[in-house]
């Protein structure tokens, strides 16, 4: 609920390689998790992916899905009256 009221989470950090306004949430909690997500639109928080994070680098498949899911929603807040 923070995110909602404009407050970062503890460990965050910007994820500009997808889009403007992307960030993503680490959470540490019986392995390593992810939530990528925008909070640039002022009607909500939009998340884009959530995944168990394995390795190091976040894969590519995860980084292109969020990209893909960005895109399909600006595409579709185009259409919004």
Known sequence: MSVQMGVDPLDWKPMASIGKGVKEIRIHTGGEFRIIYVTKFKEAVYVLHAFQKKSQK???????????RLKQLQEARKRLP
């Open 58 to 68: 976040t894969p590519g498949k995860d980084i292109g899905l969020a990209r893909k």
